[in-house]
């Protein structure tokens, strides 16, 4: 997936065309300020504001507490963005933000705003040093109690769209009764799975710090015992062996580096069943002079900022299960979340 800059006029496609138009522009100046100001209005409670009545401005002044002026030209950005319509002197909600904004809705990524709202954003300031130093925030060992949550709630917005997509996709043994889900927390894909298939029961092996925070968030699924928490800690624990029909490891290889990455393939082979898999389900790497993917490499330097590590190619990816014993399986690409992959491998 790109973003592209689309003219809306002649001259404007003959300014692109010519290479008049001063793109770096839009990026150093205009999107740092679209990025903030949907940050921004969800953390204030804008979109909320009008979720069940449209609202003139003085109306939603009111109601939020903020300064009218200021507020009326974060409106009229958000309605140039495309989250609010703008008629008869009120602003109403679009579908798309109603989808997406919406703290309650099946699909939001509210969470996802206020974690980079509130935390991520100042990461941000350190992206010079990380290219100096190659050392990036390492952020799991400074999060406080409230980041935490604020981190699970994130995690648990960006795949609420994709975990249902994965429920449907996932390669997995239809009699499958075991799955070890690493570093899962909220366990939105195990319970994607354990609803398609009856017999199917799910540990979510994750960080005390993060099972805490994630524990609410997994009961609001009503899945009882059948998915559970387990605290450890993917490094260091053992998986057992022979002990399941699927492995997942979501979300979790970009914080790794490649060495501890097949330290993990290399447990997991052990402990899968014969006719096993193994997901690693991740963005991917697109590699230097393959097609741009802006997600893929956006994502690649966002982990290499936070974690050090960063994304990894589906070849990499592959390499490590291999040399642990595993055979290539699948290769699946969302649709629903472009640049996102599983990349499957089974046991003999």
């Known amino acids: 997936m790109q973003l592209t800059i689309s003219p809306e006029n002649p001259l404007e496609w003959l300014a692109l065309r010519a290479n008049l138009a001063p793109i770096p522009l839009l990026h150093v100046q205009i999107m740092p300020v679209l990025a903030k100001a949907v940050l921004e209005a969800a953390d204030k409670g804008v979109f909320e504001a009008v979720k069940d009545e449209d609202q003139t401005l003085d109306e939603l002044a009111t109601k939020l507490q903020l300064n009218q002026k200021a507020l009326g030209e974060l409106m009229g950005l958000l309605t140039a963005m495309g989250y609010f319509t703008y008629q008869n002197n009120r602003f109403a909600l679009t579908r798309m933000a109603r989808r997406f904004a919406l703290k309650d809705d099946p699909s939001s990524v509210y969470g996802m705003m206020i974690f980079n709202n509130r935390v991520v954003w100042e990461w941000m300031d350190h992206l010079g040093e990380y290219l100096q130093t190659g050392t990036g925030v390492q952020y799991h060992d400074t999060l406080s ?16 769209t994709e975990a249902r997509e994965f429920g449907r996709r996932a390669p997995v043994p239809k009699l499958a009764t075991s799955m070890l889900d690493i570093g899962g927390s909220h366990g939105q894909h195990s319970v994607a799975l354990c609803r398609k298939l009856p017999a199917l029961t799910s540990i979510i092996l994750d960080l005390p710090q993060a099972i805490e925070q ?3 968030l997994l009961a609001r699924q009503g899945l009882g015992d059948r998915v559970t928490h387990r605290p450890g800690n993917a490094l260091t624990d053992d998986f057992g062996e022979n002990a399941f029909d699927i492995i997942l490891l979501s979300s979790l290889a970009h914080h790794f580096t490649p060495e501890q990455n097949q330290l993990v393939t290399d447990k997991v082979a052990r402990a899968l ?9 991740e963005f991917i790497r697109p590699e230097l002079g393959a097609k741009p993917d802006l997600i893929g ?23 490590w299960q291999q040399t642990a014993g595993l055979k290539p399986h699948k290769i699946v690409k969302y649709y629903t979340m472009p640049g996102r992959v599983m990349v499957v491998a089974k046991k003999k």
């Open 145 to 160: 109690s409230e980041q935490w949550r604020y981190y699970q709630e994130a995690m648990l917005a960006a795949t609420n």
């Open 214 to 216: 994630a524990s609410p």
């Open 273 to 281: 069943r014969s006719g096993g898999v193994f997901i690693v389900n």
């Open 297 to 319: 490499s956006s994502t690649d330097l966002f982990y290499g900022l936070s974690s050090t590590a960063g994304n990894y190619s589906i070849a990499e990816i592959q390499q």
